[in-house]
Structures are given as C-alpha cells and as structure tokens.
C-alpha cells in the first residue's frame, strides 16, 4: 500500500515564508512525477507545481518567482519552499505522486496540509 503524507503547513503572516514536505511510502518500484496541488474552500482543487524524476520544475503562473518545488528521490520526498506568502495562498496543500507498482501506473495523494496566511 503506497502513502504520501504531507507536514509543514501552519498559519503565517502575508510576506513570510513556509515549507510543506511530503514522503511516500509503502511497496512500490518508481515514482515518476511529483507536484503539489492546493484548494482554497469553495474551489477546485488546482496545480501549483510539479517536478519531474529528473528534477525539471513547473509552476503556475499565481506562484511562479515566489515557491520552489524540490524532492529528494533517495527519500522518495518532494517539498514546497513558499516565500512572500499571501491570502490568496491558503488552502489545503495536496502532494501527488505518479507512481509504478511493476508496470501499473496510478497517481496517488497525501490528506492534505492546511496552508493559512493572514493579511
């Protein structure tokens, strides 16, 4: 059984910073891409970055300059680096995990951690 489970988030003032991580673990042979979604209440739940196995980077546009997605693939973790935080930020962070258990494929998610940022 594969788990991704998410720490870091917390509630914080507009303009500082917060670290979300995320570890996978469980019975598996390789994790592809990795990447954090959010959703604020009342909204879908939205891409914020993803990175490949290689470590090429993607972000959207509301948080491009501002978040560095990052993993660490001997740890089997991704993380999330948000600088100058604003209201528009919080929500509940998901990371997600395309995942290959022999030569099935599944995209797996944590439970979330609650991102708050306070004007």
């Known amino acids: 059984q594969v788990q991704l489970v998410e720490s870091g988030g917390g509630l914080v003032q507009a303009g500082e910073s917060l670290n979300v991580s995320c570890t996978a673990s469980?019975?598996?042979?390789?994790?592809?891409?990795m990447g954090w979604s959010r959703q604020a209440p009342g909204n879908q739940r939205d891409l914020v970055a993803k990175i490949t196995n290689g470590g090429r980077p993607d972000y959207a546009d509301s948080v491009q300059g501002r978040f560095t997605i990052s993993r660490d693939n001997a740890k089997n973790a991704v993380y999330l680096q948000m600088n100058s935080l604003i209201p528009e930020d919080t929500g509940v962070y998901y990371c997600?995990?395309?995942?290959?258990?022999?030569?099935?494929?599944?995209?797996?998610w944590g439970q979330g951690t609650q991102v708050t940022v306070s004007s």
């Open positions: 469980g019975r598996f042979d390789r994790i592809v891409a």
């Open positions: 997600n995990a395309d995942i290959f258990i022999g030569q099935l494929w599944d995209v797996y």
